[in-house]
Nanobody, 115 residues
Framework: QVQLVESGGGLVQPGGSLRLSCAAS????????MGWYRQTPGKQRERVAH???????TYADSVKGRFTISRDNAKNTVYLQMNSLKPEDTAVYYC?????????WGQGTQVTVSS
């Protein structure tokens, strides 16, 4: 019913920046929440940043002040601007859309921060 298409991952040096994008299509209903998780092998999945269709945002303490989430409700698209990247930010980033307790997921995009 819902498809999520991600883009923007890649390799950057510490201190660099990346911008992730995720566009949702299909049966999209409001209100909803869109945002990002990340997964590193051997570690617990982390809820990174999310924004409701009404504009309420949440951030993990580990990214607060460095990452900024935004969305375009008309396009059903969410963005994650990642600045001052650290090696600890290296992970597969997954986009998700949440609606009445159910989540749809993107395929994931690799972000690697290394010198």
């Amino acid at each position: 019913q819902v498809q999520l298409v991600e883009s923007g991952g890649g390799l950057v040096q510490p201190g660099g920046s990346l911008r992730l994008s995720c566009a949702a299509s299909g049966s999209i209903f409001s209100p909803n929440v869109m945002g990002w998780y990340r997964q590193t092998p051997g570690k617990q999945r982390e809820r990174v940043a999310h924004m409701s269709s009404g504009g309420i945002t949440t951030y993990a303490d580990s990214v607060k002040g460095r990452f900024t989430i935004s969305r375009d409700n008309a396009k059903n698209t969410v963005y994650l601007q990642m600045n001052s990247l650290k090696p600890e930010d290296t992970a597969v980033y997954y986009c998700d859309l949440e609606f009445f307790g159910r989540a749809s997921w993107g395929q994931g995009t690799q972000v690697t921060v290394s010198s």
